[in-house]
């Protein structure tokens, strides 16, 4: 495998619950980025010819947003995991959990022009 993920073999007892929310939430943020991706493919299929259906403003952006998901385990998940089993690399999980957070900040903002 690519990345080894055991979270009751790895992980201190003391930390496995929080752990396995961190686990929950990630998998529920892949489940929602899937979904806003077949909304997408689903809202540009129902468009009119004359709408102002955008093809590069909502299906490039749901593209994208497919990407979140390695993202998410890369720059925010796989860091913490590591941080709370070995105990190492808490800077990078520091800096993946921010940029997490202000991911979630500007999609909750929905900025004028953006998907």
């Known amino acids: 495998p690519i990345f080894f993920h ?19 939430n990630f998998y529920f943020i892949c489940v929602l980025l899937i979904f806003n ?24 952006a749901s593209i994208v947003l497919l990407f979140g998901i390695i993202g998410a385990f890369i720059l925010w998940y ?4 590591k941080a709370l089993s070995a105990g190492e690399g808490y800077v990078s999980a520091i800096i993946g959990t921010g940029v997490g ?10 900025v004028i022009g953006y998907g």
């Open 6 to 24: 055991s979270i009751v073999g790895e992980v201190p007892s003391d930390r496995v619950r929080f752990v396995r929310l961190c686990y929950f």
């Open 37 to 60: 991706f077949i909304t997408a493919i689903t809202a540009f299929a129902a468009s009119s010819s004359g709408g102002s259906y955008s093809w590069t403003g909502h299906m490039g």
């Open 78 to 81: 796989y860091p913490i995991y």
């Open 101 to 110: 957070f202000a991911f979630a900040v500007f999609m909750a903002v929905g």
